[in-house]
């Protein structure tokens, strides 16, 4: 398989939320804040490594695709994957709230775990807090993953379109 059909759940959210350059490979959200997060996960036990994988055939391109994730938290006994954000402000933002609860799904499709849970972190309030809990929807999920397949496939196509027409930019300078 080519290196082409990967995705992570990361990319999967930038795709569908953040809609990180993928030409340019500018970062949405930058590295000093990622750290900060990373170092917030760690200190509250969200820091699950166990990496998660599964294939999943988009019928549109007609490509088997792997999809990888590490859930920040994974309780076997309870069957339920937990996502944790983290945020400045006193009040969750409801657009985090709407994509902590998707990554969350994304989890329990990777893992198949039935139920998860989204808890916030407030650098304001400096407190965890569970936010929300939920069962995982698995048509919701599995029609997300196939409009990020989509979007990641357009975007490769346009990628290798910007990448000829940039070649013969330079060359038509060259000959100039």
């Known amino acids: 398989m080519e290196r082409k059909n990967i995705l992570t759940v990361s990319q999967i959210v930038n795709l569908l939320f953040y809609k990180t350059d993928e030409i340019t490979r500018m970062e949405v959200i930058s590295p000093e804040l990622l750290r900060e997060g990373k170092r917030i996960h760690s200190r509250f036990g969200f820091d699950n490594a166990e990496l998660y994988r599964r294939f999943i055939f988009h019928p549109k391109t007609k490509e088997w695709w792997l999809i990888l994730g590490c859930p920040d938290r994974v309780e076997q006994k309870e069957g339920k994957v937990i996502e944790l954000k983290t945020y400045s402000n006193e009040r969750f933002p409801s657009k985090l709230k709407e994509i902590g609860k998707i990554q969350a799904m994304l989890y329990c499709w990777l893992t198949g775990f039935p139920k998860w849970e989204l808890w916030g972190y407030s650098s304001y309030k ?29 975007l490769q196509e346009f990628k290798k379109e910007y990448e000829k027409k940039l070649k013969e930019n330079n060359k038509n300078k060259e000959t100039k």
């Open 126 to 154: 400096n407190k965890v807090e569970k936010e929300e809990e939920g069962e995982y929807n698995e048509k919701y999920i599995t029609e997300t993953i196939l409009k990020a397949i989509e979007l990641k496939s357009l």
